[in-house]
């Protein structure tokens, strides 16, 4: 995305929310990388916002939280299991409410193109009691962006923006209407009964809560986030996100109702659209949330079979529901397998990892990519950082003989991101055998798209800022046997580290160094430029 900015342009649903977020007065973007909403920070970046890479989702929506409570506009962005992470924060943000905008981008992955679970975060709108938009495409990305922030301040709660890797990546255009600016400058007004949550303060706050959402709920009967088309009578469709797409394609002569906003739910206008045609389908992506709470409103209407539940909708899959058609549908394509790249920096540890028959507990990120042949050498993969506390796990209940074998491999953002707790489990309730921890430090988060974290020392836009340096922290946390080590220079000093840390019975850190193949040039760029800067200041 270019500075450039013309009245019609053609975006990506991330680029439109970027846009969206500089037209809207956003003062702060922060979040954590993850496919496929890492674009958006990205793209705010580059037309001038100020946008900033947290160490995990949590720190992100704590930084966007406070930014709002100073009465600020700020965009938090994160994938769906990045919301996960930051649900301590966002199950009492509701509570507390906001004075500026906050916006929470959950990018979902239908399909898992690119995660370890398909989870639907329209659960989490409810759970928490959060406004949720649902954009379908790239205009209506920058228009819900818009809407949320003046939402998020008309109701004085997060709004979170549920979009799709469909939304997120596919580009359409977008034309920039003019958006709803803030009505006043950040400002700081104490209100410790409002955001200091002890039981006393949290009990009326739940209430206010409820309220707010009643008053949301009632906003969305005849909403411009409401979007009622009408047309057959013989056939009406219930849908939200980028269905709408699928099903206008498969139907175009139907009745359709899109809830732009799907919490709360437009229940009477849902009713009167239901009433309106002489058969309602509701056509939903993921989990049955809509028909569940439709049907659960007396509502009668027809609805998917379980197995439309798994993957991402398309036109015919949608028409398979319409029309009943149950008939097995017909297997994938088989797309050619990730591989980690060649001189990629992992290759030497997974294949060392193999050599020596170590049960590794792995983690999420490229080298996730060790459990594939020709490595084969990783055991389990769960979420960002639990390699450490897993690979404990098995160290504390395995026979001595399987559980000196055990290793932990994580990178190095995810190590920031959720290692440093970790390693502080390993520090406190060491197995009695010790324990193998490698840091595969690459330099960058690789497999976003080669972004910066605390460990490289850079910002989001590669500018030097504060460098945590990983053997320090280990070492001040009370691990001894600290290992830095290049895994591609000498592949039996690789192997020797290994069995050294191994064979210690202590617990061992190993730290495998070397930049990323792809990132390196561009690593090298940054470095020179911080340089000459620094040498042109002295």
């Not at 299991?81 to 943000?93: K, R």
Request: some cysteine; hydrophobic content about 45%; charged content about 20%.
């Amino acid at each position: 995305m270019t500075r450039t900015l013309h009245e019609r342009m053609l975006l990506s649903g991330n680029e439109a929310v970027a846009l969206a977020a500089l037209r809207s007065g956003v003062l702060l973007g922060t979040g954590y990388p993850g496919t496929p909403s890492t674009e958006i920070l990205e793209a705010f970046a580059a037309l001038g916002g100020k946008a900033q890479w947290a160490p995990n989702e949590k720190v992100a929506l704590e930084v966007g939280l406070g930014a709002a409570f100073g009465g600020a506009r700020a965009l938090v962005t994160m994938k769906h299991v990045g919301v996960n992470v930051a649900a301590d924060v966002l199950f009492t943000a509701t509570y507390t409410g906001v004075s500026g905008g906050l916006v929470l981008i959950s990018a979902d992955d239908p399909g898992m193109a690119s995660s370890q679970n398909e989870q639907d975060n329209r659960n989490y709108a409810r759970a928490a009691g959060v406004i949720m938009l649902e954009p379908a495409d790239s205009q209506q990305a920058y228009d819900f962006t818009g809407a949320g922030f003046a939402l998020s301040e008309k109701f004085g709660l997060p709004v979170m923006l549920r979009m799709t890797t469909r939304v997120c990546h596919s580009k359409s255009i977008v034309t920039q209407s003019p958006l709803p600016q803030p009505q006043a400058t950040p400002n700081f007004k104490r209100d410790v009964p409002g955001r200091v949550m002890i039981p006393a303060h949290a009990r009326p706050a739940h209430r206010r809560l409820r309220e707010k959402l009643a008053r949301a709920a009632a906003y969305a009967e005849n909403c411009p986030q409401t979007i009622i088309e009408k047309g057959s009578k013989a056939l009406g469709v219930i849908t939200s996100g980028v269905v709408i797409a699928h099903a206008k394609e498969v139907a175009p002569d139907a009745s359709f109702f899109q809830l732009g906003l799907s919490y709360p739910l437009p229940l009477n206008a849902i009713k009167e659209f239901v009433a309106s045609v002489d058969r309602c389908v509701v056509v939903e992506e993921g989990d049955p949330i809509l028909e569940t709470e439709l049907r659960a409103a007396g509502l009668n209407i027809e609805a998917k079979p379980e197995a439309f539940r798994f993957g991402e909708l398309n036109a015919d899959r949608v028409r398979r529901i319409l029309e009943h058609d149950n008939s097995p549908e017909a297997a994938l394509a088989a797309g050619k397998p990730p591989m980690l790249c060649e001189g990629c920096s992992h290759r030497p540890v997974f294949e060392t990892l193999n050599k020596l028959g170590c049960i590794v507990s792995g983690d999420i990120g490229c080298y996730t990519l060790g459990v594939l042949p020709p490595f084969s050498a990783m055991d389990s993969c769960v979420c960002m950082g639990a390699s450490i506390g897993v690979g404990l796990g098995l160290r504390h209940v395995l026979p001595p003989e399987q559980a000196k074998r055990v290793v932990s491999v994580i990178g190095d953002s995810t190590f920031i991101h959720s290692g440093l707790t970790g390693l502080a489990e390993m520090v406190y309730n060491p197995p009695p055998n010790g324990h193998v921890l490698m840091i595969l430090d690459n330099g960058t988060t690789a497999m976003t798209g080669q972004q910066e974290h605390p460990g490289t020392g850079r910002d989001l836009l590669h500018h030097p800022t504060g460098h945590v340096r990983f053997e320090e922290v280990i070492h001040a946390m009370g691990i001894r046997h600290v290992v830095t080590i290049d895994p591609m220079a000498d592949a039996v000093a690789l192997e020797n580290a290994i069995i050294e840390a191994l064979d210690s019975g202590q617990l061992a850190v190993i730290v495998a160094r070397k930049p990323c193949i792809l990132a390196a040039p561009k690593i090298r760029v940054y470095e020179r430029a911080a340089a000459e800067k620094m040498m042109a200041t002295e």
